[in-house]
């Protein structure tokens, strides 16, 4: 084949597969971010756009006060890039998650967002 | 101009830096002496085929030494970055964690126990298989370097990128890591000989420039990811920094080729190795230059996060 036209694909399927991010950023949480669920979630699990260590990532979840809502350590879930952590039983209210995630190549990334439990 | 803040700082940056730059002189030298050199010994005497193989025996096991010591340099700095710990203590102890538990330390593991084999394959006087076996050894350490890149951090398998950034590091570890070696025969042997090992090696040194020619604006264009980001991002500058340095060992490389090397055979051949060694010495330090310009770019957040918070 031309080499220029292998280059030429090899570039093109680079483009093709090219990953969104290259750092371990939140892709989609439950409960869901800035959701209101009706039903007290016993865990809060983050589901990252890459593969993040446990060890070197936290996730702590807070109330309207302040008081922190999580038990124990976050864990990973089915896989490197879906961590959870246990909750405390919720009363109705709006939460704050915060989280810092350390990816497979070392860097750190972090970022918040909140949910709410009804009241019934 | 972009805020140049790489994650864990100047320390880490020079720590990874310092390991790389080894792992591939370790992968250089090694290439260097089993690929270039049975072509050039037929023209040399006994006694300084002895030289130069001493020579580069001495500098493969400096350079795996060093190698290791940076790997330790780095697997220090990770530690302190990741845990932040108060007390040594602590730090032993994350230092374990991180080594045991991550997939940096994994990686790490397998780089030191290659380092470690190459140093023994390369023990005593190694004859032409072992050189052989420890530039398999030698290669594989630097090459599992994509390991802690950004590209095997976003793979969900084995990614082109993944495969891009091998071949990269391939390249840069035979083309800049073959240079002191080049360096040394200049300064050993006759200058028709050195002249030889330099007419040999511009095949493989061809080969490395198109593969990082290649290669680099494949990682750049999917890392970076947008012209506007190569503008005004720190790893956009860094990119464009690594590629100018590129083009001044490339500019280098044909100097030595096309007007020092073959001086060699001239009237003066004593002005023209001293040139040709002076001109190999600055290639080398710009050679550094871009090792310390790819460890900073790995440390930084590429343009495609831009969009990101955090």
């Given at each position: 084949m031309n080499p220029v036209r292998t280059i030429a694909l090899a570039a093109g399927f680079a483009l093709l597969a090219?990953?969104?991010?290259?750092h371990a950023f939140l892709k989609t949480a439950s409960p869901a971010v800035g959701s209101t669920v009706s039903q007290a979630p016993s865990q809060v699990m983050i589901n990252f756009t890459e593969g993040v260590e446990p060890q070197f990532s936290t996730i702590t979840v807070h109330n309207a006060q302040g008081q922190p809502v999580q038990t124990g350590k976050p864990h990973l879930v089915g896989g490197d890039t879906h961590l959870a952590v246990a909750l405390k039983p919720l009363t109705p209210g709006t939460y704050t998650v915060d989280w810092h995630a350390t990816a497979r190549d070392t860097h750190k990334t972090q970022g918040t967002f909140h949910f709410t439990v009804a009241s019934k | 101009m972009p805020t140049f803040a790489p994650d864990g700082g100047a320390t880490l940056v020079l720590a990874r830096g310092f390991a790389v730059a080894f792992l591939l002189s370790v992968s250089g030298t090694l290439t260097f002496r089993t690929v270039v050199m049975p072509r050039t010994y037929p023209r040399m005497t006994h006694d300084v085929i002895e030289r130069i193989e001493r020579g580069l025996l001495r500098w493969s096991r400096f350079s795996v030494i060093f190698a290791g010591l940076g790997l330790c340099a780095w697997l220090a700095a990770v530690t302190s970055y990741l845990?932040?710990?108060?007390?040594i203590g602590d730090w032993m102890d994350d230092l374990w964690t991180v080594l045991i538990d991550t997939s940096f330390g994994h990686v790490l593991l397998l780089q030191v126990v290659l380092l470690c084999a190459t140093v023994v394959v390369l023990g005593g006087r190694p004859g032409a298989a072992r050189w052989r076996l420890g530039l398999v050894l030698g290669t594989a350490a630097a090459i599992v370097e994509v390991g802690h890149s950004h590209a095997y951090a976003m793979a969900?398998?084995?990614s082109f990128l993944e495969v891009s950034q091998t071949l990269h590091l391939w390249a840069a570890g035979a083309w800049l890591g073959s240079l002191l070696p080049l360096l040394l025969v200049v300064r050993l042997a006759p200058p028709p000989a050195a002249c030889l090992a330099a007419r040999w090696f511009t095949p493989l040194g061809q080969l490395c420039v198109v593969l990082l020619a290649v290669s680099a604006p494949v990682q750049g264009w999917v890392l970076i990811a947008s012209t506007k980001a190569v503008v005004h991002t720190a790893y956009g500058w860094t990119a464009l920094l690594k590629a100018g340095l590129f083009g001044v060992l490339f500019g280098f490389a044909l100097l030595n080729r096309y007007w020092l090397a073959p001086d060699l055979r001239g009237r003066n051949p004593e002005l023209a190795r001293r040139r040709l060694i002076r001109s190999l010495s600055f290639q080398t330090s710009f050679g550094l230059l871009i090792v310390v310009a790819a460890a900073l770019l790995s440390q930084l957040r590429p343009g495609m996060d831009m969009s990101m918070p955090g």
């Open positions: 090219a990953p969104a991010f290259a | 845990a932040n710990p108060e007390t969900k398998g084995l």
